[in-house]
């Protein structure tokens, strides 16, 4: 059984930071591309930002580029979301998740796994 828990949302104000972390239980960690996902309410779970099993290059929703860094400690089983000049157009339920594609997937369908999400809202 693979678990998901995600920790490290809030309430903040615009242009303010947020550090999301994922740590994933129950099977080895490097066997997942990891992404995160977002959903607003009222409207559907939007692809945040991914990075591949194997390493190498986050690749990140235009919404976000420049703002959010993606990054995974495979030694701690754990990715983390630091976002930062929040705007309130991010507020959100984030959720971390685990696909078995090789590639960065940014369709939630392929992801096979998911944390239980944590609320980010940005008032401005």
């Known amino acids: 059984q693979v678990q998901l828990a995600e920790s490290g949302g809030g309430l903040v104000q615009a242009g303010d930071s947020l550090r999301l972390s994922c740590t994933v239980s129950?099977?080895?960690?490097?066997?997942?591309?990891m992404g995160w996902f977002r959903q607003a309410p009222g409207k559907d779970r939007e692809f945040v930002v991914a990075?591949?099993?194997?390493?190498?290059?986050?690749v990140y929703a235009d919404s976000v580029k420049g703002r959010f860094t993606f990054s995974r400690d495979n030694a701690k089983n754990t990715v983390y979301l630091q976002m930062n000049s929040l705007k309130p157009e991010d507020t959100a339920v984030y959720y971390c998740?685990?696909?078995?594609?090789?590639?960065?997937?940014?369709?939630?369908?392929?992801?096979?796994?998911w944390g239980q999400g944590t609320q980010v809202t940005v008032s401005s």
């Open positions: 998740a685990a696909s078995l594609f090789s590639w960065v997937t940014t369709d939630p369908k392929n992801y096979t796994y």
């Open positions: 129950g099977r080895t960690f490097s066997s997942y591309t």
């Open positions: 990075i591949k099993k194997n390493g190498g290059s986050p």
